[in-house]
């Protein structure tokens, strides 16, 4: 009973395609995020979806495109793979829309990709 | 720049030791918490602290809020392997949680 699941677990593909990482929460949570972790480890946060609306967006390339088609998904589109967008990519859930102090996020186990 | 700043950046001690982690920041806030990622996984929560001043306990690991709710301290006493990972300040700040940049803990059998 995976509380976020994502998929695929890792992703090879080449300069210039187009790939795309699903995200589930079976939390009930109204909010989900996108957060990007470099090979520093430190964790950026990308995007962000209250109850399908998109709340956050952090100056990320227009090459990137989330959908969120019902509060339990968000899923995340990469056109025109770049190198530098290699990275393990995580996905999260909370229950409301502000990281409250009681709140804490619950993250998938993240999707490693490489570009090539 | 980071909201959240970490140190040591890297720790790596023998079985039975102990350690202290630091998050800084010039911010005030009003709640932080603390995560632990280990390899191949995402961040799990471990703690959030509330109060300035407060100390919190979870088994061998000891939270504290600075006074000021601006820093906060991680103690892990009689380090065990299974304390090995990444551990990772956050705090929210305009509707999102910013992390700082880690601390990687190494703990030697």
């Known amino acids: 009973d995976t509380a976020v699941s994502q998929t695929p677990k890792y992703l090879v593909t080449q300069m210039g395609n187009d790939k795309s990482i699903k995200c589930e929460q079976n939390?009930?949570?109204?909010?989900m995020y996108w957060y990007k972790q470099d090979s520093k480890k430190f964790l950026k946060i990308m995007f962000s979806?209250?109850?399908?609306?998109?709340?956050i967006n952090e100056t990320v390339p227009n090459r990137f495109s989330p959908k969120s088609p019902d509060k339990a998904h968000l899923n995340l589109h990469i056109n025109s793979l770049e190198l530098g967008d290699s990275a393990v990519y995580f996905c999260?859930?909370?229950?409301?829309?502000?990281?409250?102090?009681?709140?804490?996020?619950?993250f998938g186990s993240g999707t490693r990709l490489t570009v090539v | 720049t980071q909201l959240l700043k970490q140190s040591p950046q890297f720790l790596s001690i023998q079985e039975g030791e102990n350690l202290t982690v630091y998050c800084n920041s010039s911010?005030?806030?009003?709640?932080l918490q603390w995560y632990r990622q280990e390899p191949g996984e995402g961040p799990v929560l471990l703690v959030t602290?509330?109060?300035?001043?407060e100390v919190k306990k979870l088994k061998r690991l000891t939270f504290q809020f600075g006074d000021a709710r601006k820093d906060s301290s991680l103690h892990i006493t009689a380090a065990q392997p299974g304390d090995t990972g990444l551990y990772l300040c956050?705090?929210?700040?305009?509707?999102?949680?910013?992390f700082g940049a880690g601390t990687t803990v190494t703990v030697r059998a």
């Open positions: 999260a859930s909370s229950s409301s829309g502000q990281a409250i102090w009681w709140d804490g996020y619950t």
């Open positions: 939390l009930g949570h109204d909010t």
């Open positions: 979806y209250n109850n399908k609306e998109l709340i």
């Open positions: 911010s005030v806030f009003s709640s």
């Open positions: 602290v509330v109060t300035g001043g």
């Open positions: 956050a705090a929210s700040n305009d509707y999102k949680l910013s």
